[in-house]
């Protein structure tokens, strides 16, 4: 039997490690554009305050990018170390786009964020321009190819099962590469990133103007945040509705669970606005309702109807009863590969064959899956609703009040009124952790709300663990909180000095000598 324990210790320990490095992806991709963009008026204008804002800003997200970086490079060995059989699976699928992420990350990215440190009084005006932009497209390039293998494990396209490896295996790359969920993701991915950073923008210019320091630098830097804020805002509501759309077609479970929607409902479906879910027996206790908004959403349409967990529960049990033929055919072409009979069958049904995997949880010998058994497989398909519910709303509640904020701002700045209005930059300071809280809500509403699976209809995540014990992982584990949690804290601090000592200041050339005759013919003309 597998040790649940150990799984769950598994998920918990990658989960937190994704979450600390998540604190500092966000800020990464919207600070590099925000970057890119006032470097672009300084090359146009020639007006020195734009280069030092680029310097400054620029200082905080290269704080922000080592941290990054070395916050995520420990979560690619988990999955050799915490999550083997899983690699051994999908690794000519998974292996490939994280290779890119990689190379785009360590080389290409790296490279020119060096260049832009180092390369201020070494390349000319443009050509610098040219690196600050390669840094903001070279790190959302490396933020698409993780969101592509992600967007796999939501969406398993472009692969099939092989019974002679035993694998998962690639068959068109393409197809992975344009996974619609992969690229819908990967788009209100980045544009919650680009919030984060104008957030991070106006945040730290409100302290700025509420102390009357760096005046000019911190109402340019408002002006700016502002319109890029509001559009980025903007953006990731109608990306965000792509993106649910595309999971009521490929992961409706998880659809039903989000709105906590136990029976299905005559199109347009309703949208519960608030709810107390039952899990034990499988019904909301309470609900309030909006008429026609979910069906709206969810499908586009006023005819197609969204399935309820009960019925999709009922789904999963058909498809757990396929999936054991599948078992049962794999595992005559175990014993004799030269069966075409059983090849034929396999050919057939391989896509239910990670339900079938579900039953060992309950019966680790398949031939012996009782109607309980499976019965009992196909309610584990259900995930944790009421996290769900509140996480989604949660996320939602506070990007439409991004989208306020930013609207705010934007007309106060195109007024020139944003240093008069303290009640509002009072505001804008405290704001500054809620696209974080939205962020990772967000997160845990896509990974929590794929459970069972880790590849979703292909493999159960329990099935996916390595053979660790549950001391082995309680040790890493304390060892990446407490590691992960020091460089936090540092980071913090180095951000928080270099807040306070604001933007260097520009020394005055030196006035030359009373004595020295050039300055005197100077002095008397």
């Given at each position: 039997?597998?040790?649940?324990?150990?799984?769950?210790?598994?998920?918990?320990?990658?989960?937190?490690?994704?979450?600390?490095?998540?604190?500092?992806?966000?800020?990464?991709?919207?600070?590099?554009?925000?970057?890119?963009?006032?470097?672009?008026?300084?090359?146009?204008?020639?007006?020195?305050?734009?280069?030092?804002?680029?310097?400054?800003?620029?200082?905080?997200?290269?704080?922000?990018?080592?941290?990054?970086?070395?916050?995520?490079?420990?979560?690619?060995?988990?999955?050799?170390?915490?999550?083997?059989?899983?690699?051994?699976?999908?690794?000519?699928?998974?292996?490939?786009?994280?290779?890119?992420?990689?190379?785009?990350?360590?080389?290409?990215?790296?490279?020119?964020?060096?260049?832009?440190?180092?390369?201020?009084?070494?390349?000319?005006?443009?050509?610098?321009?040219?690196?600050?932009?390669?840094?903001?497209?070279?790190?959302?390039?490396?933020?698409?190819?993780?969101?592509?293998?992600?967007?796999?494990?939501?969406?398993?396209?472009?692969?099939?099962?092989?019974?002679?490896?035993?694998?998962?295996?690639?068959?068109?790359?393409?197809?992975?590469?344009?996974?619609?969920?992969?690229?819908?993701?990967?788009?209100?991915?980045?544009?919650?990133?680009?919030?984060?950073?104008?957030?991070?923008?106006?945040?730290?210019?409100?302290?700025?103007?509420?102390?009357?320091?760096?005046?000019?630098?911190?109402?340019?830097?408002?002006?700016?945040?502002?319109?890029?804020?509001?559009?980025?805002?903007?953006?990731?509501?109608?990306?965000?509705?792509?993106?649910?759309?595309?999971?009521?077609?490929?992961?409706?479970?998880?659809?039903?669970?989000?709105?906590?929607?136990?029976?299905?409902?005559?199109?347009?479906?309703?949208?519960?606005?608030?709810?107390?879910?039952?899990?034990?027996?499988?019904?909301?206790?309470?609900?309030?309702?909006?008429?026609?908004?979910?069906?709206?959403?969810?499908?586009?349409?006023?005819?197609t109807p969204l399935l309820g967990i009960n019925d999709l529960v009922?789904?999963?049990?058909?498809?757990?009863?396929?999936?054991?033929?599948?078992?049962?055919?794999?595992?005559?072409?175990?014993?004799?590969?030269?069966?075409?009979?059983?090849?034929?069958?396999?050919?057939?049904?391989?896509?239910?064959?990670?339900?079938?995997?579900?039953?060992?949880?309950?019966?680790?010998?398949?031939?012996?899956?009782?109607?309980?058994?499976?019965?009992?497989?196909?309610?584990?398909?259900?995930?944790?609703?009421?996290?769900?519910?509140?996480?989604?709303?949660?996320?939602?509640?506070?990007?439409?009040?991004?989208?306020?904020?930013?609207?705010?701002?934007?007309?106060?700045?195109?007024?020139?009124?944003?240093?008069?209005r303290t009640g509002f930059l009072k505001v804008a300071l405290w704001?500054?952790?809620?696209?974080?809280?939205?962020?990772?809500?967000?997160?845990?509403?896509?990974?929590?709300?794929?459970?069972?699976?880790?590849?979703?209809?292909?493999?159960?995540?329990?099935?996916?663990?390595?053979?660790?014990?549950?001391?082995?992982?309680?040790?890493?584990?304390?060892?990446?909180?407490?590691?992960?949690?020091?460089?936090?804290?540092?980071?913090?601090?180095?951000?928080?000095?270099?807040?306070?000592?604001?933007?260097?200041?520009?020394?005055?050339?030196?006035?030359?000598?009373?004595?020295?005759?050039?300055?005197?013919?100077?002095?008397?003309?």
């Amino acid at each position: 039997m597998i040790d649940i324990d150990v799984v769950n210790l598994s998920r918990f320990q990658f989960a937190a490690t994704a979450m600390y490095h998540f604190i500092f992806v966000p800020l990464t991709l919207g600070l590099s554009f925000l970057l890119a963009i006032m470097e672009s008026v300084y090359v146009m204008t020639g007006r020195d305050i734009w280069r030092r804002m680029t310097m400054f800003w620029g200082t905080l997200f290269g704080i922000n990018f080592a941290l990054g970086v070395g916050t995520g490079v420990v979560m690619e060995f988990q999955f050799g170390m915490n999550w083997a059989y899983y690699s051994h699976y999908v690794g000519d699928i998974f292996g490939a786009p994280l290779a890119l992420e990689g190379l785009m990350a360590f080389f290409l990215e790296a490279t020119f964020v060096g260049l832009f440190f180092f390369g201020w009084n070494r390349l000319s005006k443009v050509g610098h321009l040219a690196v600050t932009w390669l840094v903001a497209f070279g790190t959302n390039f490396s933020a698409l190819w993780i969101l592509i293998a992600n967007g796999w494990m939501q969406n398993p396209v472009g692969a099939v099962f092989n019974p002679d490896t035993m694998r998962m295996e690639m068959t068109d790359f393409l197809a992975v590469l344009l996974n619609p969920v992969a690229q819908a993701k990967f788009v209100h991915t980045v544009s919650a990133g680009y919030v984060a950073g104008a957030m991070f923008v106006m945040s730290i210019s409100a302290w700025y103007l509420l102390r009357g320091r760096h005046i000019d630098m911190a109402k340019r830097s408002m002006a700016v945040a502002a319109s890029f804020g509001l559009a980025a805002a903007l953006s990731v509501v109608v990306l965000g509705d792509e993106s649910g759309y595309l999971t009521t077609e490929h992961q409706k479970m998880k659809i039903a669970a989000i709105e906590s929607m136990w029976e299905t409902e005559p199109a347009p479906a309703s949208f519960n606005l608030f709810a107390i879910p039952n899990q034990a027996e499988r019904k909301n206790d309470f609900a309030i309702e909006i008429p026609y908004v979910m069906g709206i959403i969810g499908t586009r349409s006023l005819t197609t109807p969204l399935l309820g967990i009960n019925d999709l529960v009922r789904r999963a049990e058909f498809r757990i009863r396929e999936g054991l033929v599948a078992y049962e055919a794999m595992q005559r072409i175990r014993a004799n590969p030269q069966d075409t009979d059983a090849r034929m069958t396999l050919d057939k049904t391989w896509p239910s064959l990670g339900y079938a995997l579900l039953v060992k949880r309950h019966q680790p010998d398949l031939a012996k899956a009782t109607d309980a058994d499976i019965k009992q497989a196909a309610l584990d398909t259900v995930p944790q609703v009421a996290p769900l519910f509140w996480a989604f709303r949660i996320m939602v509640g506070v990007g439409m009040y991004l989208i306020a904020f930013f609207a705010v701002a934007f007309w106060f700045a195109s007024r020139g009124q944003l240093q008069k209005r303290t009640g509002f930059l009072k505001v804008a300071l405290w704001s500054l952790p809620l696209p974080w809280v939205a962020i990772e809500a967000g997160w845990f509403v896509a990974e929590y709300g794929r459970q069972p699976w880790v590849i979703e209809g292909v493999l159960p995540t329990y099935y996916a663990a390595s053979g660790l014990t549950f001391a082995d992982l309680a040790i890493s584990l304390g060892i990446f909180l407490v590691l992960y949690t020091v460089l936090l804290v540092i980071g913090v601090k180095v951000m928080l000095h270099a807040i306070k000592a604001g933007p260097k200041q520009d020394k005055p050339a030196p006035r030359p000598s009373p004595t020295d005759p050039v300055a005197s013919a100077v002095d008397a003309y």
